[in-house]
């Protein structure tokens, strides 16, 4: 058996605007193993950002658990707090806003070894920044240690960010598009550095993208949750999903991506949505939240009951799916469009 | 398919454009040329900062007042009359826009008015091009929204903030089109839109052109986009078109190390792709840009003449033009087995 680092357990989360409850995630229920490549996926608003800041106790879940190395964070105090803190780390999203900007590399590198006592004298903390720089190559160091973050390029900053949270040498990472801002040509450079980051400092990385390309890219020996308007509607191994996706919005995304090759994309067949109207989280429709626009819509049952992500009878062992008719075994069957 | 041999509409010779600041000039622009033919769909691809926007708002002639044109000529041919669009006047430039070519800009869904129906907006646009006939307006703009898949009647009587992200795109688009332009230019059409929309987006900008026969010139950053919708794909680096040609020569026969470096960047659906490798470095500073071929700095097959001499953007190699002293490297390498 695989160990969980991580766990979520029916974790909800919700806002209040005014008079409004908007329902952000709902159900949420993973598991992260020790340093295998898992990747949350789906489109912008779905909670992929929300669920990534709740795995780092940035945010509290307005109901259910998360569990560290087998403990309930909400149990943490003190020195135990600290260390689960240290421990799991983000890198966010916008690497532009993301860094002070009257701060040099240096002082951004510091500061968090001498707030959490981790440094050993002046000299022992630039030591540490040196090395730190040196394993996310920004090299040669004295030619970056003294810059602001204007004077970096996107991929430079990318890399000051990912320092920055191995300052605390955390065994867990959750990276939230931390490379889509970041311009193509350069990337995929990030994204193996991540990789091999992994291997060198055995910490478990949580990727967050809405780009299932460099999802696949990176979780490819390991596994994709995707989201869908605040809840997991299909989790397993990477080449399954790819190969072979259950779920319904799994499949129109998948068939919906244009490729960089212009014969496979222009040959490639796109499942029509029967709306492509997206629905607000405050008016979510009843039973499965995709049943407006999926063409596989069942009438009655749908729309009626909401659908829990369990593993199919005779599919992938690994493989979880949230969707009525398939946990039902029915077979699908496509709406004219 | 758009025709060859027909003559373009659209003629870009020797552009060049800098900006002036106070760090120094930006040279944004460095002697871009091309032709648009009609019914083509021309994909300008190349990262943040490389000029893109700046090439299409020369075309439009809705350069920032920092700009200046350094060289070069952009001739327009509608039918038998030919225009320097360098040279129009105010007055013609109003007519220009929205008759002769209509641009649909990065984060256009808020260039809607939020007070005025949709409708308005349509009668507006008509109106102030000399089109009076309300009735002929909406039976126009009304087969337009049915072509862009959106609920005519619906969405022709709603106010912006009633419309999603992508229906507000694809409203934009019928809007552009209405007086029947011939060339629609797209600055990041899909950027930032959710892959569904996305996908609506790119459905319905094809059948847009397959019926209404217009030139496209689009931008991006995504080459997915271009291998998708372009007939010719132009690559952008710093500033320089470095390769050109027919959308399947430009993927799968790539000359500029440049091009073929975005192309073994972007991982595609299937298959681990362990060749995939990230271009060393970053775009230069368009200030102080390189000498010699701007991309030596991050190419691995300079020589002492890339340092020294800017190459041409020339078909001596190969199926197109590319700006490469050293093409024939790049061919050599590839059929070596990865
Ligand atoms: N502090 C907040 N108050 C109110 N609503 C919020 C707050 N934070 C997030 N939301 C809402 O929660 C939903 C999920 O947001 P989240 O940032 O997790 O999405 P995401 O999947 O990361 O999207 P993206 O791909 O755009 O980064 C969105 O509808 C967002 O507007
Ligand atoms: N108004 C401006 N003043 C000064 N520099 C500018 C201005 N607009 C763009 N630039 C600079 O010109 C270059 C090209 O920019 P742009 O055409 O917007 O590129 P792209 O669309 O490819 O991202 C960049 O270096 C950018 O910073
Ligand atoms: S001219 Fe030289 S530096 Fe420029 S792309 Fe060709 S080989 Fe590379
Ligand atoms: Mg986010
Ligand atoms: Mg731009």
Redesign the interface.
Known sequence: MPQPILELKQVYRSFKRGREVIPVLQDINFSVNKLEFLCLVG??GCGKTTTGKIICDLLPPSSGAIEFEGVDIAALRGADYKRFRRSVQIIHQDPYASLNPTHTVYDMLSYPLLTHGLGNGRRGVRQRVQELMDLVDLTPVEDFIDKYPHQL????RQRVSIARALTTEPSLIVADESVSMV????????L?MMMDLRDRLGVTIVFIT?D???A??FA?EGRIGVMYLGRLVELGRTQEI?RNPQHPYTK???S???????????SKE?IQ?RS???PRLTELPPGCSFHPRCPWYVEGVCDDVVPQLVSLAGADSESEVACIPLERGQELVLHDA | MFDQQREAVLRVEDLSIIYRTKRGDVKATSRVSFDLRPGEALALIGESGSGKTTISLALIRKLPKNAVVTSGNITYRRDDSVQDLLKLSNRQLRAFRWKDCAMVFQGAQNAFNPVLKIRRQFEDTAQSHGWTDKTAIRERALNLLELVRLDPERVYDSYPHELSGGMKQRTLLALGVLLNPQIVILDEPTTALDILTQRAIIDVLNDMQRQLHFSIIFISHDLSLAAEMADTVATVYAGEIVEIGPVNDIFYRSLHPYTYGLLTSVPTLEHMQDHLQSIPGSPPNLIDPPAGCKFHPRCAFATDACHKDSPPLALDIGTHPAACWHKDRLLESRKEPV
């Not at chain 1, 390029?153 to 430079?156: A, E, H, T």
């Open positions: 489109e912008s390029s996107g991929g430079q311009d193509v040509s350069i990337r995929i450079g990030l193996q809405h299932l390309a460099l696949k890219y490819w790819i129109v995304l998948l919906a991506i244009p490729e960089p090759d212009p014969e496979k994309t222009r796109h949505l492509e109207d997206i």
